[in-house]
């Protein structure tokens, strides 16, 4: 058996192999195909990117609504409030005179 340097069997596997590529019109396809492909990934990347940031603005506008609205119900809340104090306080007020003329007039019918 010979060997890749033509020598003896004993020296076989020791030689070096060349592979050469010869131009070829399925290689000049190729590489235009994978210039395309290139071009593409990078317009794909763009609008990646593009929608990446629009969804970043989103986020950020929707965070400042969610922020104004929150601060509109604490004062909303703030303000129920406070009329809920004043309503319990009139409550409290009519109740009270309430219970004292009941008290008077109880009074007076014991005295008849």
């Known amino acids: 058996m010979r060997s890749l340097r033509g020598g003896d069997s004993e ?13 070829n019109e399925e290689i000049n396809r ?16 763009q609008v990646f990117e593009e929608s990446i940031s629009a969804f970043e603005k989103d ?18 809340l ?3 409030r406070g009329r809920l104090e004043q309503r319990e306080r009139v409550n409290y007020g009519i109740a009270k005179d309430f219970f004292d003329y009941k008290h008077v007039v109880g009074k007076t019918r014991q005295r008849l």
Request: no cysteine.
């Open 59 to 76: 986020r950020l506008i929707r965070e400042q609504e969610f922020s104004m609205k929150e601060r509109e119900f604490a004062d909303t």
């Open 11 to 23: 020296h076989f596997g020791t030689g070096i192999i060349k592979t050469v590529i010869l131009p």
């Open 78 to 80: 703030g303000s129920l």
């Open 30 to 45: 190729l590489a235009v195909e994978a210039e395309e492909l290139k071009q593409y990934l990078s317009a794909q990347r």
